[in-house]
């Protein structure tokens, strides 16, 4: 579980095991003013930063550690006037530093946003609602926690939103609140090139004819499920995205896929014979989870006496069970050993 603070970001998204099976894995990891139906949501993302600062000020080679990296990350931003080339060749830019050429699909990318000093988070959130941004505007290194939403969402939607919100940690984007909604008005410039970011990442146009050419249907006769099921799967992603991209990317017609957006997804899975991957990838989908960045550290500071099992239990997002947090501590191995005047 320490682990989770070293390790080299290049060696994360090379594809080496299954999209679905690195996913089950990173999802088990466990303000402002705001929109009424964020406000729980903001004010844990407000106390998550707050903690990872904390714990950034006692350990401040990882604050170093990860803004470099950032800054190496960085190198991928393509800046142009036209938002959708600019995400499109940021994406292209972005695999390429991290050696996935072409084809590769994208492992673990909440593992990957860590590496640059984003806390990630998994939560339910209201279903209008895919994840949230907050950062702190006074970091130069831009510190911040993205949280994702757990509340009845695939985990190829909790893809789509970690890539998305990825975009803007790149960027920068001048806010310090982004709220990733189902549904936002066309004049979100920054908004629209996350969605685009998130595709192009995901699923490159190269990618995706190759894959299509190879995995398509000879035949229409022989039915586009089982295919857009494999398609699914190969790229870590939603039925809604997967459709959209083969339309964008492969000109696949719509009113060939249109109708499978209406059958279950299982049943898709049946047909490709992929079931058993399917259920593993969905089976910690909806669990809460801490980020595994902020909680290595956590235990850490805990460990050498500079925290509090109160720090531990927020980190968690266990606040209201610090007692049974603090016996898990114990029965861990952890021993307390208040060494610092400042302990918190």
Same mark, same amino acid.
């Given at each position: 579980m320490l682990a989770v603070c070293s390790g080299v970001p290049l060696a994360v998204l090379v594809g080496d095991?299954?999209?679905?099976?690195?996913?089950? !894995? =990173?999802? +088990? &990891?466990?303000?402002?003013?705001?929109?009424?139906?964020?406000?729980? !949501? =903001?004010? +844990? &993302?407000e106390g998550s930063l707050r903690d990872l600062e904390l714990l950034?000020?006692?350990?401040?080679?990882?604050?170093?550690?990860?803004?470099?990296?950032?800054?190496e990350a960085r190198r991928a931003v393509a800046h142009d006037a036209y938002h959708k080339r600019?995400?499109?060749?940021?994406?292209?830019?972005?695999?390429?530093?991290?050696?996935l050429g072409d084809e590769e699909p994208v492992g673990d990318i909440a593992q990957f946003i860590e590496s640059l000093g984003a806390a990630v988070i998994f939560d339910s959130?209201?279903?209008?609602?895919?994840?949230?941004?907050?950062?702190?505007?006074?970091?130069?290194?831009w510190r911040s926690v993205i949280m994702v939403n757990t509340n009845h969402t695939w985990w190829g939607r909790q893809r789509f939103t970690l890539a998305h919100e990825l975009c803007h940690l790149l960027y920068q984007d001048d806010r310090s609140l982004f709220v990733n909604r189902k549904d936002y008005p066309d004049g979100h410039l920054e908004e629209i090139?996350?969605?685009?970011?998130?595709?192009?990442?995901?699923?490159?146009?190269?990618?995706?004819?190759?894959?299509?050419a190879e995995h398509g249907p000879k035949n229409p006769i022989d039915g586009y499920g089982a295919p857009l099921a494999k398609f699914m799967m190969r790229f870590g992603l939603s039925r809604q995205a997967s459709i959209k991209t083969l339309v964008e990317a492969a000109g696949v017609p719509q009113s060939h896929l249109e109708a499978y957006t209406q059958v279950r997804i299982s049943q898709l899975m049946r047909q490709a014979r992929l079931q058993d991957e399917w259920e593993r990838a969905c089976s910690a989908q909806g669990e809460p989870s801490a980020s595994h960045w902020a909680l290595s550290m956590a235990l850490d500071a805990y460990r050498d006496g500079l925290?509090?099992?109160?720090?531990?239990?927020?980190?968690?997002?266990?606040?209201?069970?610090?007692?049974?947090?603090?016996?898990?501590?114990?029965?861990?191995?952890?021993?307390?050993?208040?060494q610092s005047p400042d302990f918190r």
């Open positions: 095991t299954p999209v679905q099976r690195s996913l089950a !894995v =990173a999802l +088990r &990891a466990g303000v402002l003013a705001t929109d009424d139906d964020i406000d729980v !949501v =903001a004010r +844990r &993302a950034l000020s006692w350990y401040p080679q990882e604050g170093a550690r990860t803004s470099a990296l950032a800054m600019a995400a499109a060749r940021t994406a292209e830019r972005l695999r390429d530093y991290l050696e959130m209201p279903q209008t609602v895919q994840g949230i941004t907050l950062r702190d505007p006074s970091q130069s290194s090139r996350a969605e685009f970011f998130a595709r192009h990442f995901l699923a490159p146009d190269f990618a995706v004819r190759q894959f299509w925290v509090s099992s109160e720090v531990v239990a927020r980190i968690l997002g266990r606040s209201d069970d610090v007692t049974g947090v603090k016996q898990e501590l114990e029965a861990a191995g952890y021993q307390q050993n208040v």
